[in-house]
């Protein structure tokens, strides 16, 4: 979650009008303690509060990497030279008082060969070995105390969607998708698109509550020594919420980091073992809901969630969706109706049909000298529906 999730955005007037809802936290106590932080002013005649600044200083420890001895240190010194400053002794104290704001995260145990996950619901959490390859749990480096080999951090979902109801300004914002105005009918956001008004109608129940929520999903792999030489590879899972302006929906401090996988390598194919607890969550929140509080309005409602859209290069593509991108029929769109071309000397797959979605009369269907000199006759392929879709998987075994 961005710095904006965290931290309500420009002031603390909701926090000071009593509009947030101690049903959002665990218990009493807890929220009387955030309101006490949220209220706190960091000295004398400062525009921040005590859980601002302790925010923005554990952001610049984040991109800096800064150490934990060394944030003590700064702590300290900002203690004694500027008297009357309510800021914690150190930086272990500083980190529960963030951890009032509900971000924190879960580990889960994965294994090495990534075939399974040790969930704490699942029987086989108990094990010390993988039912499906028989790999050790536990680290071979560590042998006087079992530490997992591969963790999966998790960060649930639920408490951030609800989050973004508990400032009455983010609040209003999850509604723009309904309120503002369609222009012009031109296809510019989301909710413009014909998938969009297809999923609205299809799914009335759904539709007729505005605050439910419309996600995308997106990751990818990324190297996080930043060094080049280096072969460990982390992906990290993000949610997007579409309820969102447009001018927020894709801003950087809007994005739900939902997990972060483990390298070193690649997941592949075996990512759907980490989407698990995720699309558990998924399904509860489409099916169940969750009951959340919207400051906007005072009133509390029963928020569900829906999964939209994907987004990813080609590579992650073929990792979410399982489709194979590494051979003649790589393209998702044209399914088997392909016209591929293997290019022996360079061992690549090139598509050559690409006229074939031309109109009829179209001067490039006939041009022979720019292309690969014959004319187009072809037709666009065969839109497929979802269930042309579930009869190609029918004969797709799955592992339990």
């Known amino acids: 979650m961005g710095l904006n999730d965290a931290v309500i955005p420009d002031g603390d007037e909701d926090i000071a009008d009593g509009r947030l809802h101690e049903g959002s936290f665990d218990d009493g106590s807890e929220f009387n303690e955030f309101l006490k932080d949220g209220n706190e002013k960091l000295h004398e005649g400062s525009k921040c509060t005590k859980l601002e600044f302790i925010i923005k200083l554990y952001h610049i420890k984040v991109l800096c990497r800064i150490s934990d001895k060394a944030m003590t240190m700064i702590l300290n010194l900002l203690r004694d030279t500027f008297g009357g400053i309510q800021l914690p002794s150190s930086f272990y104290l500083a980190k529960q008082v963030i951890c009032k704001l509900g971000l924190e995260y879960t580990k889960i145990d994965a294994c090495p060969n990534d ?200 590579p992650g593509l073929g990792m979410l969706s399982g489709w194979n991108t590494h051979t003649g029929l790589a393209c998702p769109t044209c399914n088997f109706d392909s016209f591929p071309c293997y290019l022996r000397h360079s061992s690549k797959w090139c598509f050559m049909g690409h006229r074939r979605f031309l109109g009829r009369n179209h001067r490039f269907r006939l041009n022979r000298f720019c292309f690969d000199k014959s004319t187009e006759e072809h037709g666009p392929p065969k839109k497929l529906s979802g269930f042309d879709i579930l009869e190609q998987q029918e004969d797709v075994e799955a592992r339990d």
Request: contains cysteine; proline residues 8%; hydrophobic residues 35%.
């Open 115 to 314: 075939c399974m996950l040790y969930l704490d619901d699942n029987p086989d959490n108990v094990q010390d070995t993988c039912k499906y390859c028989g790999i050790s749990r536990w680290s071979p480096k560590k042998k006087k105390k079992k530490q997992a080999a591969k963790v999966l951090r998790y960060f649930p979902l639920k408490p951030r969607l609800k989050r973004l109801y508990m400032c009455s300004k983010t609040a209003e914002h999850m509604q723009w998708h309904n309120s503002a105005p369609a222009r012009d009918g031109l296809l510019r956001l989301p909710r413009d698109g014909q998938a969009w008004k297809d999923f609205n109608a299809t799914h009335t129940l759904f539709a007729e509550e505005p605050r439910n929520i419309c996600l995308g999903l997106a990751t990818d792999g990324f190297n996080p020594f930043g060094a080049l030489s280096s072969t460990n590879s982390v992906w990290p899972v993000f949610l997007i919420p579409y309820n969102l302006p447009p001018w927020m929906c894709m801003s950087h401090t809007s994005f739900i980091l939902s997990m972060i996988i483990p390298g070193k390598k690649s997941p592949g194919n075996k990512i759907d073992v980490y989407l698990q607890p995720l699309i558990d969550e998924l399904k509860n929140l489409w099916n169940d809901g969750v009951e959340t509080f919207d400051s906007s309005s005072g009133n509390t409602f029963r928020m569900h969630a829906a999964l939209m859209w994907t987004i990813s290069d080609f």
